[in-house]
């Protein structure tokens, strides 16, 4: 089992930055790949941003790309997503999500088999 718990989230004018965190528990967190998926109101939950089990290979989101930045503190079960140049269209509630199958980063939920409970985002224009 892995618990997942995020935070940082809030409210942030467009082209400000926010960090969000990821806090893992339960099994070995440097053995998954780690993910964030966004929701935002009325459609559906959305790829982000994936990372490797060891932080050597990262994947993003044509939307979120040279924005926003994924990284892993494998010694503090910790994955963040750093996000700057925040626009009105990241609004949206923010999920992190782990796979025990899979090390690669990959795309579709589908691989992705523990999620956190989710932390909202809001930008402003």
Same mark, same amino acid.
């Given at each position: 089992?892995?618990?997942? !718990?995020?935070?940082?989230?809030?409210?942030?004018?467009?082209?400000?930055?926010?960090?969000?965190?990821?806090? *893992?528990?339960?099994?070995?967190?440097?053995?998954?790949?780690?993910?964030?998926?966004?929701?935002?109101?009325?459609?559906?939950?959305?790829? !982000?941003?994936?990372?490797?089990?060891?932080?050597?290979?990262?994947?993003?989101?044509?939307?979120?790309?040279?924005?926003?930045?994924?990284?892993?503190?494998?010694?503090?079960?910790?994955?963040?997503?750093?996000?700057? #140049?925040?626009?009105?269209?990241?609004? *949206?509630?923010?999920?992190?999500?782990? #796979?025990?199958?899979?090390?690669?980063?990959?795309? *579709?939920? !589908?691989?992705?088999?523990?999620?956190?409970?989710?932390?909202? !985002?809001?930008? #402003?224009?």
């Amino acid at each position: 089992q892995v618990q997942l !718990v995020e935070s940082g989230g809030g409210v942030m004018q467009a082209g400000g930055s926010l960090r969000l965190s990821c806090a *893992a528990s339960g099994r070995t967190f440097s053995g998954y790949a780690m993910a964030w998926f966004r929701q935002a109101p009325g459609k559906e939950r959305e790829f !982000v941003a994936a990372i490797s089990w060891n932080g050597g290979s990262t994947r993003y989101a044509d939307s979120v790309e040279g924005r926003f930045t994924v990284s892993r503190d494998n010694a503090r079960n910790t994955a963040y997503l750093r996000m700057n #140049s925040l626009k009105p269209e990241d609004t *949206a509630v923010y999920y992190c999500a782990a #796979s025990t199958v899979v090390t690669a980063p990959e795309l *579709a939920r !589908v691989w992705y088999n523990y999620w956190g409970q989710g932390t909202q !985002v809001t930008v #402003s224009s």
